[in-house]
């Protein structure tokens, strides 16, 4: 069974840096992507980051580009999301989600989602 264990997230403020940790189990992961989403209050989850777990492919969301960093460290199963100069906007609850996806930026392509960790950034 594969689980999904996120951590790091909590109450910032703008302009700060967190850094969410997700930490997979349960099988090989050699073939999947790992997916950063997030979702605030009253709005759809929205696709932030993802990283192919073969290789060094990330991808970003327009909303997030060149402030978050996606990684992988592959002898531990887990993929950080490194959040630098982080605005009021950024506040929601942030999943990660894993699958054998080639769309990477759609939810609908994950298998596996962690619990959330909430992410709150005051202005």
């Known amino acids: 069974q594969v689980q999904l264990v996120e951590s790091g997230g909590g109450l910032v403020q703008a302009g700060g840096s967190l850094r969410l940790s997700c930490a997979a189990s349960?099988?090989?992961?050699?073939?999947?992507?790992m997916g950063w989403f997030r979702q605030a209050p009253g709005k759809e989850r929205e696709f932030v980051a993802a990283?192919?777990?073969?290789?060094?492919?990330?991808y970003y969301s327009n909303s997030v580009k060149g402030r978050f960093t996606i990684s992988k460290e592959n002898a531990k199963n887990t993929v950080y999301l490194q959040m630098n100069s982080l605005k009021p906007e950024d506040t929601a609850v942030y999943y990660c989600a894993i699958g054998t996806t080639a769309g990477v930026s759609v939810a609908g392509s994950y298998d596996y989602w962690g619990q959330g960790t909430q992410v709150t950034v005051s202005s």
């Open positions: 349960g099988r090989s992961f050699s073939t999947y992507a």
């Open positions: 990283i192919r777990w073969s290789g060094t492919s990330t």
